[in-house]
């Protein structure tokens, strides 16, 4: 088994490199902006009105960041899955010798390292930012407000990978809706923070769309139409 | 109990209306060469796909060495090894990184004799699959199939895109590594001149899922072309009446005839009979007629194909 992992990750790394340095160097670029940001506007205002206006108006200085963890995780997606079904070459793995389960599983699971690393690289860049201008009380409230752009984030690369792996334009449909009805009460317009007892459903869905994934990945492996 | 390495049993697939096989049962033994082969569209592809188990038939199955082609254990797909057409490998690894992630999956993994085939293409190991020919990649996808040590080798249209060098220095490795007639191989291929130097047995598809197998030497030596001279055909009825059975398929209404051609100057009969017999259709067609108007026709493999399959 970790013989079978360390050979697909392998493979994964060497294919989506490129795309991988992209997407980190767009997210540092990213969390300078926010921080070149927020110094302009402690620079024009007093702090206490800008911590007014985030603290008590609620406003998210690190909005720019919104939409970024499902972009990244959207594009991450087309570059790892879309060299395999391009002349249908996913037909190579699904030849090896192992498992199709723990083959389909160790393409995922490497996506979804990559993003969670990703991820926790450009928020927590975003944190330390926001901690140099704001009390230490903030962070927490902020941190809550990124979780449910993040958990978007995810869910666009497996519902992404579902629409790509899936060769029945229904379900490749069923793919896209699904994911539409995730993402998009996750960027609601809600107080920050608003989440923060609501994550458990969100989160448990991960695996289980996950696992989900299998039936798209059979789909393709014995299909009854072309 | 010895299995075969492919059997198929009463096979059913269709495309919409399109029937392409109805109760199609084969056999694939052991230790031989078997070349597919059909026109466009009798299903040469939909039987490969169904072997590699990429497509689910409508109805029957087909067994890879007792496992259902659809859920082939992962043991059982070590002892495959499949050519995808257009010689399809991962394009972003350079030739030593698809080696080593090939031999991962592989115990019988034998290095030496993919290296043996890709040295010869005289590229640094670090050069990628992407910046190379049709021909070169070829050359890797085999390199990788013989290091795999596969008992069974399924080769879909391994001559797609390949020169004429190419090809016979594909088939010239894979004649090489296969001469312990340990292996069974099922290929299809469009240039049907390299079967000739290859292949053991032949498995004709003909539309509607007909199928005939026979040894490669027995086909040439017992299918036979007979020209007849149109003006030797007297009247318009009968003439027309040839022309009309050229259109169709001739062995459906003729008893020893397998296909006709028409040609400006003259009809072509194929046959596994006897002239005699060939003749005996044309009298009941009302062709009066002496032995000598029919003049045999030497043919190669291919003009034995096209004969065989007809031209339409």
Known sequence: MFNVLAAIFSKEYVKTRTSMLILFALGISLAAVIYFDLNRLFMLDHPEIVWYHTLDLKQIPYGIFKYLPMLSATVFCFCQFLPEMRDERLRISLHLPCPLGLLLLAHIVYGLIFLMALMIAESGAILIILGRKYPLAYLPEAFWTMLPWCLAGIYAYLCCAWVLLEPKKKTKVLGLILGVCICTPLFQHYTPGAFSTAYLPFILGIPLLTVSLFLPALHFRTREVE | ?312
Not at chain 2, 189 to 198: E, G
Request: charged fraction near 25%.
């Open chain 2, 1 to 312: 109990m010895t299995v075969n390495p492919v059997s198929v049993e009463h096979l059913f697939h269709s495309y919409g209306p399109k029937i392409i096989y109805q109760d199609l049962s084969l056999e694939f033994e052991p230790g031989k060469i078997y070349g597919l082969l059909g026109k466009n569209g009798v299903g040469k592809t939909t039987l490969i796909k169904i072997l590699m188990g990429f497509l689910k038939p409508k109805a029957g199955f087909c067994r890879i060495f007792g496992d259902l082609a659809n859920a082939i254990s992962p043991a059982t797909r070590a002892r495959v090894g499949l050519l995808f057409e257009r010689h399809l490998t991962y394009n972003f690894f350079s030739i030593a990184q698809v080696e080593r992630f090939m031999a991962r999956f592989y115990p019988k993994w034998k290095r030496e004799r993919y290296y043996e085939l890709v040295d010869l293409l005289g590229l640094p190991s670090n050069h990628k699959i992407s910046w190379m020919s049709e021909g070169q990649r070829s050359q890797v996808v085999l390199g990788l199939i013989l290091a795999q040590d596969p008992e069974l080798l399924i080769l879909d249209d391994y001559s797609m895109g390949l020169d004429a060098g190419y090809r016979r220095l594909f088939v010239d490795y894979l004649r090489e590594h296969l001469k312990d007639g340990q292996h069974t191989v099922i290929l299809t291929s469009h240039v049907i001149q390299d079967m000739n130097r290859f292949v053991d047995d032949v498995v004709f598809l003909r539309r509607g899922g007909e199928v005939t197998v026979t040894g490669l030497e027995a086909f040439s030596s017992n299918f036979h072309c007979f020209r007849l001279p149109r003006d030797m055909v007297k009247g318009e009825v009968l003439q027309s009446k040839l022309a009309k059975l050229a259109c169709q398929s001739a062995g459906r209404t003729l008893e020893h005839i397998i296909n006709l051609e028409e040609h400006a100057s003259y009809f072509e009969l194929f046959t596994f009979n006897t002239k005699e017999e060939v003749l005996r259709d044309l009298e009941g067609l009302g062709l009066k007629a002496s032995p000598p108007i029919l003049t045999e026709v030497a043919m190669d493999l291919e003009d034995a194909f096209v004969g065989y399959t007809g031209r339409h």
